[in-house]
């Protein structure tokens, strides 16, 4: 549930509202200008609050939710309680998203940490960059000569943008993340920490001693990118990395020199891609996947958590394990060793109970040896 000190709501929401998103009426018997003033979780929601519902581990919570709105999957529309105010829905939790986006909006990228705007005492901006109107510099932050900054566009405490780097409009760049040698498109969201157009790793390797090779490309951002905490970008060798429209990256991903990742892919936490690495669009990678350099995955694959994938995966696949492969292969794989294994177990459990007979048969033997009298001396 949303903390009002936190995440005070901008603007309640009405039934007719919420219809409007969903695309369609408001049902029957219901107020259309009825308002709700927040969102939560169903065992959490009031009267003034709306909760969606798309999992079955929450029938019991949906039935007896108090929730002033519900958004509820189809398959559980027989679980909604009597009497309440319930739109059923195909797909509830885009709807509900957007609901949340119309009552938090401040919540939609990172803000200032300070509340006056423009640029604050602390900062360092070089009298040779750019910035439009709108922008806002926290303290500490520094700003490289030649570097452009778009119209409303946040720069958070502590932030370091080098020279000649483009930020397109409506950023927000977040506390200790750095940008150097890189262009970013508009709406881009950096979380704190994140780091961009670093050298990628990149050495000549020799008996003698490992040779830096300069890396001088570029990173290219496009439009409504969005990066995780602490995540890394590092900056082309020979070719720009490029970053397309859209894609989504989670907190601590690695990203080496080269890669070039399509336009509304999904990439999960712990993430590693190697160099020259392409991402067609709309692929998406489960946590913590490992992806050698200079393959391709095409476009729409989805790739299991903590697979590592050494060899390129036709579009549309799905993959996983390691090393990575068609999914029923791999589960196929995996129940093969679990049936070998418990075989094993069996057997394994069958000659220790023989040699346990084998043992016990021993000892009766010698239980019944008649005893040296001494007669055979």
Known sequence: MADPVFFPAASAISLAEIAEIASIPVPEGLEPARRFHRAAPLEQAGPDAVAYMDNPRYVAALATSRAGCLLVARKFASAIPDGAAAFILDKPYPVFAAVLAHLYPEAMRPGSLFETPGIAPGSVVHPDAQLESGVRVDPGAVIGPHAEIGAGTIIAANAVIGPHVKIGRDCSIGANTSVIHALIGNRVILHAGVRVGQDGFGFAMGAGGHSKVPQVGRVIIQDDVEIG?????????????????????????????????????????????????????????????????HVTIGTGAQIAASSNVNSDVPPGARWGGTPAKPMREWFREMTTLKVLAARKQHGDESAAGARKTLASGADSAKDDTPPDNGAAS
Request: glycine fraction near 14%; include cysteine; proline fraction near 0%.
């Open 229 to 293: 905490a602490n995540s890394a970008i590092d900056r082309g060798a020979s070719r720009d990395t490029v970053i397309g429209e859209g894609t989504k990256i989670d907190n601590l991903v690695q990203i080496a020199h080269n890669v070039i990742i399509g336009r509304h892919c999904v990439i999960v936490a712990q993430t590693g891609i190697a160099g020259s690495t392409t991402l067609e669009d709309y692929v998406v990678l489960g946590g913590q996947v490992a992806i050698i350099g």
